[in-house]
């Protein structure tokens, strides 16, 4: 049982340059949502999905896109990548994000540094 | 709008000690509310929560958490600390009306032999 997968784990990029984060879980939740973690800020919400086909912005959407196509997947996308952008990224699932089945489930977060 | 605040930076306690890690909340309707530890080089896992019911939530590891309405606290409490314990520990909440959590900023427990 693999729970949440990120790929890559570490990633070291220039401003400007574009990726896609990977996230994929196979426990066929509902909800999955990606969040960034900064030293004294903790984590802040960045898109959320609460089904395929659906997506919606968190706390801080700004220069990244993303995108639910499938029930397992929820790629984050960085389309110009600039040095505010350096953080610890995690994926997060849920089976619901309602109510008595709510529980998120943490991927191990990729690192992220943009030079 | 829905907020959560973890007064301390870092909580030092001596195994065997009990341990106390603060949470107070703000949220318009009803609160959720969540703790999640984080290791270190890992990611956060879930520890308990109290959606309804008993105000005294038991969870894993030997850890609970007691809902304060009046005082809109929910603070994370173990009877007897362990080193293991060491780690970010998240306090998070969710308002009825709203679809998605606010964490707080992390409180580190550091538990020394």
């Known amino acids: 049982n693999a729970g949440v997968t990120q790929t890559p784990k570490f990633q070291v990029l220039k401003t400007g340059q574009s990726m896609t984060l990977q996230c994929a879980q196979d426990?066929?939740?509902?909800?999955m949502s990606w969040y960034r973690q900064d030293p004294g800020m903790g984590l802040r919400l960045i898109h959320y999905?609460?089904?395929?086909?659906?997506?919606d912005q968190g706390e801080v959407p700004n220069g990244y896109n993303v995108s639910r196509s499938t029930t397992e997947d929820f790629p984050l996308r960085l389309l110009s990548a600039a040095p505010s952008q350096t953080s610890v990224y995690f994926c997060?699932?849920?089976?619901?994000?309602?109510?008595?089945?709510?529980?998120?489930?943490f991927g191990s977060g990729t690192q992220l540094s943009v030079l | 709008a829905q907020s959560v605040a973890q007064p301390e930076d870092q909580v030092n306690v001596a195994e065997g000690n009990p341990l106390t890690v603060k949470c107070t909340y703000s949220?318009?309707?009803?609160?959720?509310l969540f703790w999640y530890v984080q290791y270190p080089n890992r990611g956060l896992q879930f520890l308990l929560k109290?959606?309804?019911?008993?105000?005294l939530v038991k969870g894993s590891y030997g850890f609970e958490a007691e809902f304060n309405k009046s005082q809109t606290s929910f603070h994370l409490k173990k009877p007897s600390a362990l080193v293991s314990d060491s780690a970010l520990y998240f306090c998070a909440v969710r308002d009825s009306g709203y679809s998605t959590l606010t964490f707080g900023k992390g409180t580190m427990l550091l538990v020394s032999p």
């Open positions: 949220v318009s309707g009803n609160p959720y």
């Open positions: 426990m066929n939740h509902e909800y």
């Open positions: 109290y959606i309804t019911g008993d105000n």
């Open positions: 999905s609460v089904g395929a086909g659906i997506t």
């Open positions: 997060a699932s849920s089976y619901t994000n309602r109510g008595h089945n709510e529980k998120l489930f």
